[in-house]
């Protein structure tokens, strides 16, 4: 199929075009860039939930429980579901499936697995334009699962709408959380399996210590902090009204923000990149040596290669 | 630019023998593949439906019921109504040397029994899914 037939499948509701689709724009090949701009026109109609915290904690679980309440709501839902890559081999094995068994056969429900790819973050690099295609489909919530993380690195509160911070009545959850900012930086905490002894309790801590370190605004966020249970769905329908209540002017301004990171993620993977051109490249095999040697300072080595980088290929083959 | 083989391992039926879908799983991912897993209870319909979304380039069941001719037929009658034509159906557990000759006949692929080493059923699906849909 053309990029152009896919477009236009992917925007008539063709599921199988929209498989397709995703795997073009997370392959990274041009064909997926061109598959984006076809569909540029109708992106930003969809809101973004993010869904991030510690493995465990029922992320997949509670997009499950999150998928049943829009549904019943009405709402067309996709939901990204990001894995870890093994370091080792390069594979993955996703599993978030596994909890969301019971949308398998709903024409209203569309859930899509993919790999990290070892990028940091929480995500993968094309998770952000697998979004785009997702919104593009006509999809009213677009979901997004991120591999189990603990640190501070958060990609997905930079790039959803809103996000949800899920965390499980675990001491050991809770402080590493709190220690990495974690609890801070969503703009909600979701304290799942509230059908567990000690979740009341768990919530009532992690408010305490907004209270404790917050210099202002703490008592506000207390009510941001929710407890829910995926298992039972006690909950759930408060935790989407509030993602689904973040208003249109503040997503708007999240969006400008999202889109300029964006651009400047670009550029950076494009810098980096240019360090592979052979001129600079082979430049770089040279003058390692003599600068252990200590025949060419590091600095200058580095003023040689950058040069050869980002020279016209010209230029940067003249003696 | 890179697309990686992607494989959905599913235990359609109502057995429990999870264990070879789960090693199978990993050692598929230890090969390189991105595997998507199920987990149990898949219906055949369940089944191609995430192998559709997911865009899968094999298809792997793991039965253990007596009931794999019936699950195999149904899932490639759906594949066919769906229009996976390039996708692999593979996979194994407890099948006959006699079923398993009559799903090829009927375009099922090869399908491996207990004690099948994990390296041969990674390569047999790398060569085959690189001749189904090369990438
Ligand atoms: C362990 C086991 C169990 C465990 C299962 C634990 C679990 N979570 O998996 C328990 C104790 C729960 C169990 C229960 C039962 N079991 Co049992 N069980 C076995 C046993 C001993 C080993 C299975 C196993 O895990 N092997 C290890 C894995 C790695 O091997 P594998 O699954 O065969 O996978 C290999 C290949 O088949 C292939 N493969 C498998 N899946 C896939 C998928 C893909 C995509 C690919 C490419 C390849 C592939 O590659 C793997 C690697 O070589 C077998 C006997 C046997 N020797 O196989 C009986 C066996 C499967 N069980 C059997 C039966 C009858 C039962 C029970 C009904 C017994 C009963 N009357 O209570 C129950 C039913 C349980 C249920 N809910 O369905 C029978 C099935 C008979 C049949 N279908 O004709 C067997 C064959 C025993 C026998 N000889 O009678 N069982
Ligand atoms: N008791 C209880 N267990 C839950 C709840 N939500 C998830 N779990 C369990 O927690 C484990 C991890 O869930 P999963 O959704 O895979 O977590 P993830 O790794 O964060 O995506 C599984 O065993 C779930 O059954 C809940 O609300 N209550
Ligand atoms: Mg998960």
């Known amino acids: ?319 | 630019m890179t697309r990686k083989i992607r494989v959905l391992v599913a235990k359609p039926g109502l057995d429990g023998h999870d264990r070879g879908a789960k090693v199978v799983a990993a050692a598929l991912r230890d090969a390189g593949m991105e595997v998507v897993y199920t987990g149990l209870h898949q219906t055949p319909e369940m089944v191609v439906a995430a192998a559709l979304q997911e865009d899968v380039d094999a298809i792997g069941l793991s039965v253990h019921s007596g009931a794999h001719l019936t699950l195999f037929r149904k899932v490639l009658a759906l594949m066919k109504e769906k229009g996976l034509d390039d996708v692999l159906l593979t996979g194994g557990g407890i099948i006959p040397e006699k079923d398993r000759a009559t799903l090829a006949a009927e375009g099922v692929g090869r399908l491996f029994g207990p004690g099948t080493p994990l390296k041969e059923l990674a390569a047999y699906i790398a060569a085959e899914t690189a001749v189904r849909r090369p990438r």
């Open chain 1, 1 to 319: 199929m053309t990029v152009d037939a896919l477009a236009k499948g992917i925007v008539a509701g063709d599921r199988r075009a929209l498989a397709r689709g995703l795997s073009l724009v997370e392959s990274g090949a041009a064909e997926g860039a061109a598959l984006l701009d076809g569909v540029r026109a109708r992106l930003g109609r969809a809101r973004r939930i993010g869904v991030t915290g510690p493995p465990g904690a029922g992320k997949s679980s509670l997009v499950n429980a999150l998928v049943r309440e829009a549904r019943a709501a009405g709402a067309e839902v996709a939901v990204l579901a990001v894995d870890p890559s093994s370091p080792f081999s390069g594979g993955a094995l996703l599993g978030d499936r596994v909890r969301m068994s019971e949308h398998a056969l709903d024409r209203g429900v569309f859930i899509r697995s993919q790999a990290s790819r070892l990028a940091m973050g929480g995500l993968a690099a094309t998770s952000h334009g697998m979004t785009d295609l997702l919104d593009a489909a006509g999809f009213d919530l677009v979901v997004v699962e991120t591999v189990g993380v603990g640190q501070s690195e958060l990609e997905i509160v930079r790039q959803a709408d809103v996000t949800a911070i899920v965390l499980a009545p675990s001491m050991g959850d809770m402080v590493q959380a709190m220690k990495a900012g974690l609890v801070e930086a969503g703009d909600l905490v979701v304290v799942n399996k509230g059908d567990l002894p000690g979740a009341a309790s768990c919530r009532d801590e992690i408010v305490a210590a907004f209270g404790m370190t917050a210099e202002s605004g703490g008592a506000a966020r207390a009510d941001d902090v929710l407890l829910v249970s995926a298992a039972t769905g006690d909950g759930v329908k408060e935790l989407l009204a509030r993602l689904r209540a973040i208003p249109d002017a503040v997503v708007a301004e999240r969006r400008i923000t999202a889109d300029a990171r964006r651009v400047d993620a670009a550029v950076v993977r494009a810098l980096a990149d240019l360090r592979l051109k052979p001129a600079a490249a082979s430049l770089a095999a040279t003058l390692t040596p003599a600068v252990r040697r200590g025949d060419v300072s590091l600095e200058e080595a580095v003023r040689t290669i950058v040069a050869a980088a980002v020279g016209s290929d010209r230029e940067a083959r003249r003696p």
